[in-house]
């Protein structure tokens, strides 16, 4: 009973963050508050998860709910690494026009030809 207490507190935690969310991103607002309700319900109602685990042919409802974190996990990680290797191409273009723009345009040097040694 009180891991269960502690479980929807948490629950009940991320489905408040996602609808503080909601106004900057509805598709992961709407995921994360989808994933809360189905935890509460499945901590609710444990032996559902086995029905549901035997249906998809998972043996334990513990299982599957690893494995579903698993896979949720992975593309978490693999959404962030894009996100990652965008922002850093992003910092890139800024880095380089501002380097351009700081660039002082009177002291470009010209070079003037060499006299050729004889």
């Given amino acids: 009973m009180i ?4 479980l929807i507190l948490g629950l009940l935690l ?3 963050y996602a609808f503080l969310q909601r106004d900057k ?4 607002s709407t995921s994360i508050a989808l994933v809360a ?5 499945f ?5 559902h998860t086995s029905k549901l685990a035997h249906l998809v042919g998972v043996g334990r409802g513990a299982d ?3 494995y579903c974190w698993l896979v949720i996990s992975l593309i978490v ?8 290797l965008w922002l850093h191409g992003l910092i890139t273009d800024l880095a380089r026009e501002m380097a351009l723009q700081g660039a002082p345009k009177e002291r470009i040097i010209r070079r003037e030809p ?5």
């Fill in 64 to 66: 599957l709910v690893l």
């Fill in 37 to 41: 309700v189905a935890g509460i319900y």
């Fill in 43 to 47: 901590v609710l109602l444990p032996e």
């Fill in 114 to 118: 060499r006299a050729k040694k004889r």
């Fill in 3 to 6: 891991i269960q207490t502690i």
């Fill in 14 to 16: 991320c489905l408040f």
């Fill in 77 to 84: 990680s693999v959404n962030l690494q894009f996100r990652i």
């Fill in 25 to 28: 991103s509805r598709l992961i």
